[in-house]
């Protein structure tokens, strides 16, 4: 990274893909790796997170990081269920760091609930997640 930023620390609870993500590092100092994504957070080597899980595990994830005061950058979708959007939005209130919110939106015509899950909310094109497990128009 060419801007002063770096990376400190990765987690992963397989062997196999910290070894290679440690390996793009040659030639540079490596990052500290750790099985848990709680002992990252818990570590002290972060001034923020980014959060590029399984997609169903972004909330256990970002409950455990919401409770520290890094900033915090999810992929999308934030989150695969509506309660997950909801609990997030009560997660975070009066957190004085950078999180990107959710927040469900509208329901669709055909009573589907939708959720925005872009990761900057001013931006008009974000995509919208369905309920529904039909599959997408």
Known sequence: LDDGSAVTALADPHAASIEAALALFKGRAAPRAFAHHGELLASGLCDAVVIATPNVTHIEVLRDALAT?????????????????????????????????????????DGNVSLDHGVEPRDRNAQLLETSDEPRR
């Open 69 to 109: 005061s890094l900033h915090i950058l999810v992929e999308k979708p934030l989150v695969t269920r509506i309660e997950d959007g909801l609990e997030l939005l009560r997660l975070e209130r009066g957190r004085h760091r950078d999180f990107e919110r959710c927040a469900a939106r509208q329901a669709t015509a």
